[in-house]
């Protein structure tokens, strides 16, 4: 009942940011169907998330109910300005439109009571990386100011991407929601805020090919694909899972061996081993699933696997993380509508490049905003944008001089306006990004491609190849205009990863080096080596040059119809954006393109979703253009991609969530599980949560482990977490010193002495002894005992305190 209530006070919370927002959502979309309706809720939380923290870094207002409030009704303010002398307007639009505004409040409602259930048959903060999301939330509702505190770094502030965290725990402290509660109702809210905007774009993309002949009216279930293609759809490992459950191109020896050249072929890892007997159907291998997010694959020359990730987005949501790359998906599809809007002059103004100021000042803070949720949406964003208004003023008439330098000072001006109204963060924020190399031996394999992203893929062909027939244009002046030039792109990818390497080589004596890690002796074999490389795997940048070239000479040439000009321009885009990782790739922790290949193929598959979407939309309006008896072909290919990606989402689910059969009952709290496995260290974790905030000291561990946990679900900073993600996030080990080294002396030193030098070395007031304390350190718990007072105790759990005041 108590999971319920809070479900409920999310939606009344949502309801209220959603309204609060939809007047000046409203004003700022005039160039789109919707006014921007399906927008409000993720306009307004962005507008209000904002208004709450840059005072409250600024130390003008507490991290506290009072300032959130205060900067909710800012929002209404901007709302009541922005609809001054125009509320009849409003209430006739809204009034002709009730049936559009009950169907976009219907799938945002059903939505986050949908995935809710899901989370709530599956709710466990457990495994991967749900402690540190959750430690985030946790102490950005514990700490008095902001920037929060880093609960796994006493003494310091979050070093991450945390204005995410920031908004769930405004929602979390308004409707006083416990964070376990408030972690499994943000992934709730941000699948139906992404279902709500997904709605709305491909409704606003394709308001006059959805449009019935009779009534002038909208068919608004057509909406629906949005969501379909955006958040349900899975990629084809799920039925190559399937394929190799059943033993399909396996064979059997005489000696029992299995062998397959497809499987082996294939190169996706699990799938190379042969299947247990009894053969079936479904897959039952533990978390199966989990492949289909590590299905591109690189090798070294010497055939070594190295990992890469490549999520898509019902994969992130099954597996239940609130990372940031999770967070922002509402505000990256945010920012499409509004980059469209741009795109059909929604910002007309007097301001610099034409723009109206609000228009200008919006653009900069959803701009700034994606960098604060996720630093990889921004440059992308900023990209979109500044090649909208190139194709926009092509469009125009104006040349390509022009409309490029004038896109590119607005593109300038953009990054340094959001750089500056996020200053505060960037100031403080260290990254672990040392730089761009190349690529030299890891392009993606075609089939690798196409099993990641072949549900997108299949209609994304058949939408571009059926603008071009809508078009008339010729094959000569596709070629021309767009796979020549799509080909010159990647061959000077090609080239400029070469380029770095050479410059590299000849300038910078350490990359010698880089030929060791390799695998290579000496320049010629790395050239040798490439070449074999990229020329075994050209299927893949085949496959993304194509749709570059078609959709770029649509983006050029479809003058008359700005919905297809823009998303011909984002499937593009969205290319360019997979190609990328064949031959650059940032420098990060990792060492390897893993990192590249995550960020950038989420960000495609948002964008191709959206185009795949509207583009079956007007395929079925109009037949794809082709003649009768291929066009049945068309919606033959299109459903066997569909279901072959919904294979997946049918299987998946159900496995994940124990076929909606939870073993200790349905609930939303994400420590339930800890109260049942571990009742006194859950007890324990409530009294720090209850506690005087306070440095832990506690067991440090490894990753992707329980270490941490006290932290983690009190709040509370401790001295350290997990190590390694604290250099992820910081860039560099300095910070940490010799943290880990004195949490053990602490937990084994027989001195007092020893034990309270470091106790006053980082101010701890909580000294934690339980099972990871006695695991790993064998805990000297009588030291403790004979020096510090016991404040809490409960089975063999144990929280000693100290005061570190002269």
Request: glycine fraction near 8%.
């Amino acid at each position: 009942m108590q999971d319920l209530l809070s479900w409920m006070l999310w939606y009344i919370w949502l309801m209220v940011v959603g309204l609060a927002a939809a007047p000046l959502a409203w004003r700022l979309f005039p160039a789109l169907p919707g006014r921007g309706w399906p927008y409000r809720r993720a306009l307004g939380l962005l507008l209000w998330g904002y208004a709450f923290w840059l005072p409250g870094v600024l130390g003008w207002t507490p991290n506290a109910p009072a300032a959130m409030l205060s900067a909710l009704a800012l929002v209404v303010g901007l709302s009541l300005w922005a609809l001054r002398g125009r509320w009849s307007r409003f209430r006739a639009w809204m009034k002709a439109h009730r049936t559009y505004l009950l169907w976009t409040e219907g799938v945002f409602l059903t939505a986050f009571a949908l995935w809710a259930l899901v989370r709530a048959a599956n709710p466990d903060i457990v495994g991967t990386e749900k402690p540190m999301e959750l430690a985030f939330i946790n102490a950005t509702l514990r700490s008095p100011t902001l920037p929060p505190h880093d609960p796994w770094l006493s003494g310091y502030a979050i070093s991450y991407y945390y204005f995410g965290y920031l908004l769930v725990a405004m929602l979390a402290r308004l409707s006083g929601t416990p964070g376990p509660v408030a972690f499994n109702l943000a992934l709730a809210m941000i699948f139906a805020l992404a279902a709500e905007v997904l709605f709305g774009l491909v409704l606003d993309f394709a308001w006059p090919w959805v449009t019935r002949r009779r009534t002038g009216r909208p068919f608004y279930p057509a909406g629906l694909l949005g969501p379909l293609f955006g958040l349900l759809v899975g990629n084809w490992e799920g039925l190559l899972e399937v394929l190799h459950r059943r033993g399909l191109f396996w064979s059997r020896l005489p000696d029992g061996t299995w062998v397959s050249r497809f499987w082996t072929w294939a190169q996706i890892e699990a799938l190379t081993q042969p299947p247990r007997l009894p053969l079936q159907w479904v897959p039952d291998r533990f978390w199966w699933w989990w492949q289909a997010s590590r299905t591109v694959k690189d090798f070294t020359l010497t055939g070594q696997p190295i990992e890469v990730i490549d999520e898509f987005p019902f994969f992130s949501f099954l597996l239940g993380d609130v990372h940031p790359h999770v967070l922002s998906i509402p505000f990256v599809l945010l920012w499409v509508a509004w980059t469209y809007n741009l795109f059909r002059g929604g910002a007309r103004g007097r301001g610099p490049g034409g723009m109206a100021f609000p228009h200008l000042m919006v653009t900069v803070l959803l701009a700034g905003g994606l960098a604060f949720l996720n630093a990889w949406d921004f440059p992308m964003a900023v990209a979109l944008g500044f090649l909208a208004l190139v194709v926009r003023w092509r469009h125009q008439g104006r040349p390509w001089k022009t409309a490029l330098q004038r896109a590119l000072g607005m593109a300038v001006l953009w990054v340094g306006a959001a750089l500056l109204a996020y200053a505060p963060f960037h100031w403080s924020f260290s990254s672990q990004v040392k730089g761009v190399l190349p690529n030299l031996l890891h392009p993606t394999r075609g089939f690798h491609l196409w099993v990641m992203f072949g549900p997108l893929l299949v209609p994304l062909f058949l939408t571009l190849g059926g603008w071009v027939r809508a078009l008339n244009l010729p094959w000569r002046e596709v070629a021309r205009r767009g796979w020549l030039p799509a080909l010159g792109l990647w061959v000077g990818l090609f080239l400029l990863s070469w380029f770095m390497a050479w410059a590299g080589l000849l300038f910078i004596p350490q990359s010698l080096q880089w030929l060791d890690t390799l695998g290579v002796p000496d320049l010629p074999s790395l050239v040798r080596a490439s070449l074999a490389r990229h020329g075994a795997y050209v299927a893949s940048p085949l496959t993304l040059t194509a749709l570059i070239g078609l959709a770029l000479v649509v983006a050029l040439r479809a003058r008359r119809s700005r919905a297809m000009a823009f998303l011909a321009l984002v499937a593009a885009w969205a290319a360019v954006l997979v190609l990328i990782p064949n031959h650059l790739y940032v420098w990060d922790h990792f060492g390897t393109r893993m990192n590249t290949v995550f960020k950038l193929y989420y960000q495609a598959w948002w964008l191709w979703a959206v185009v795949a979407a509207v583009g079956t939309l007007w395929g079925w309006r109009y037949r794809w253009t082709w003649r009768r008896n291929l066009s049945w072909l068309a919606d033959g290919l299109w459903f066997l991609a569909l279901a072959a990606g919904l294979v997946y989402t049918v299987l998946a689910l159900p496995n994940k969530t124990n076929n909606f059969r939870p073993p200790e009952g349905w609930t939303l709290d994400g420590s339930a599980y800890w109260r049942r496995a571990e009742p006194d260290e859950w007890a324990a974790a409530q009294y720090l949560w209850q506690a005087p905030l306070g440095t832990v000291a506690e067991a440090v561990g490894g990753s992707y482990t329980a270490y941490a946990r006290m932290a983690t679900y009190s709040g509370q900073a401790n001295v350290l977490g997990w190590p390694g993600h604290e250099i992820q996030w910081r860039g560099t080990a300095e910070p940490l010193g010799s943290r880990e080294a004195d949490m053990a002396r602490l937990f084994t030193t027989t001195s007092w002495a020893e034990a309270q030098a470091i106790l006053n070395r980082y101010g701890v007031r909580y000294v934690v002894v339980g099972r990871w304390e006695r695991t790993k350190y064998q805990a000297r718990e009588t030291l403790f005992r004979e020096h510090l007072p016991v404040l809490f105790q409960q089975g063999s759990v144990v929280i000693f305190g100290y005061d570190t005041r002269p």
